[in-house]
Every structure is written in structure tokens, then in C-alpha cells.
């Protein structure tokens, strides 16, 4: 959702900072929005980490 509006923005690394990681990072990389590895989480305590 929140994703969709934050990959509209030129820059990557701005998202980022943006709202939830598990969803627009994945989606700047044009992955589906299934859970980033944990290298893109900062936070590192979002459900689905653990892999």
C-alpha cells in the first residue's frame, strides 16, 4: 500500500526511510512485497525475518 506511493520517488534510499521496509524496499527492487532479507531491514524485528 504505503510501498506503492514510496516507489513512485526517483531515489531508492529514499523509501527507505519512508514507511514499512518489508514492502517498498522490495518493491524499489521489483520484487513481489514479500519480506526483504535482513540486510534492508533496519529495524530487524519485522515478522518473517527469521529465515
Same mark, same amino acid.
Given at each position: 500500500?504505503?510501498?506503492?506511493? +514510496?516507489? +513512485?520517488?526517483?531515489?531508492?534510499?529514499?523509501?527507505?526511510?519512508? /514507511?514499512?521496509?518489508?514492502?517498498?524496499?522490495?518493491?524499489?527492487?521489483?520484487?513481489?512485497?514479500?519480506?526483504?532479507? /535482513?540486510?534492508?531491514?533496519?529495524?530487524?524485528?519485522?515478522?518473517?525475518?527469521?529465515?
Amino acid at each position: 500500500i504505503e510501498s506503492t506511493k +514510496l516507489n +513512485l520517488l526517483p531515489s531508492g534510499e529514499a523509501l527507505l526511510l519512508g /514507511a514499512d521496509t518489508t514492502g517498498l524496499v522490495v518493491w524499489r527492487l521489483g520484487r513481489k512485497p514479500t519480506f526483504p532479507p /535482513a540486510t534492508t531491514l533496519p529495524s530487524g524485528g519485522m515478522p518473517g525475518e527469521e529465515r
